[in-house]
């Protein structure tokens, strides 16, 4: 089964490899719309998820601390056990369609992507599902491989049900059938963006921080009319918060940029298929099969 790894080239490199996942997006810029979704749905999703989190321990002073405590699992695993992950299905196919497009020499529609993965709804869903579930029982069950396999099932998904269509079992089975003949035990080596990923990580750790330390210090008297909130350390709070979820943001576009064309490429060499297009041109150095 194939094994997936990354490799930290220079930071050079890694920037080549940003601009390269760009390439796509300079031709068709409204594809670019689905990275920078996925980007927003995990702290959108952290949101979300929050907002019943403080209901339960607020407004249910009279239920006991192990039925809140249950309902806080519950609620944790439905959202990012079901709800995030099959969302991120349905914008990845719809990126990965698109991609295949472009790929392919053709120009697709704003949204055609989109359209596509709504019309196969139910198959995104169950997939979407599976992969997700697969990770988290290979995690628990210290089982490796579930975990392998859910990470390519992750992986090559949204290509093959954008590009073939089919059922969940159908598509699972092509996808084992394909990656075994093409790579057999092979390991799958990603150029990764790891420095600048860390680099933006630490730029929303301090810059967070600094934002809350300086108003405390009086460098940042902070009184915004527009904020709902009280002036002072209560607006500083939110400027922290939202710096934080602004800069994880623009760390998840990078990566949801680059796994896209990965994707659809690694599905193009499994399946023996060509990339005509000039748009994939520059991408195909993304990754190596060793």
């Not at 992969?131 to 290979?138: A, T």
């Not at 527009?226 to 979820?245: C, E, H, T």
Request: aromatic residues 10%; glycine residues 12%; positive net charge.
């Amino acid at each position: 089964m194939l094994e997936q790894t990354k490799e930290t080239p220079a930071i050079g490199r890694q920037l080549s490899v940003v601009r390269r996942a760009f390439t796509p997006m300079v031709r068709h810029p409204p594809s670019l719309v689905y990275p920078a979704l996925i980007a927003v749905l995990v702290p959108g999703g952290l949101l979300v998820w929050g907002w019943p989190i403080w209901a339960i321990f607020t407004g249910l002073d009279s239920f006991p601390v192990v039925g809140r405590l249950a309902l806080v699992w519950g609620w944790t695993a439905v959202w990012y056990c079901s709800a995030v992950p099959v969302v991120g299905t349905i914008l990845s196919v719809a990126y990965s369609y698109e991609l295949h497009e472009l790929f392919q020499g053709r120009r697709p529609l704003p949204g055609a992507g989109l359209a596509v993965a709504i019309r196969h709804l139910p198959v995104v869903v169950l997939g979407g599902l599976a992969g997700s579930w697969s990770f988290v029982l290979g995690f628990y069950t210290a089982s490796e491989t579930l975990r392998v396999g859910s990470n390519v099932l992750s992986l090559l998904f949204p290509p093959a049900l954008a590009i073939e269509g089919g059922g969940v079992r159908s598509l699972v089975s092509h996808i084992d059938a394909a990656s075994t003949e093409a790579f057999g035990s092979a390991t799958l080596v990603v150029y990764g963006t790891q420095t600048l990923n860390r680099g933006l990580g630490w730029v929303a750790i301090l810059g967070s921080v600094g934002i809350l330390v300086a108003n405390v210090l009086g460098y940042l008297p902070l009184d915004i009319g527009i904020l709902p909130v009280p002036a002072g350390i209560s607006q500083a709070v939110v400027l922290s918060v939202a710096f934080l979820l602004g800069v994880l943001s623009l760390w998840l576009t990078l990566i949801a940029l680059v796994t896209g064309p990965l994707s659809v490429l690694l599905y193009y060499r499994a399946t023996g298929r060509e990339a005509t297009g000039e748009a994939a041109s520059p991408l195909r150095g993304l990754f190596r099969i060793d």
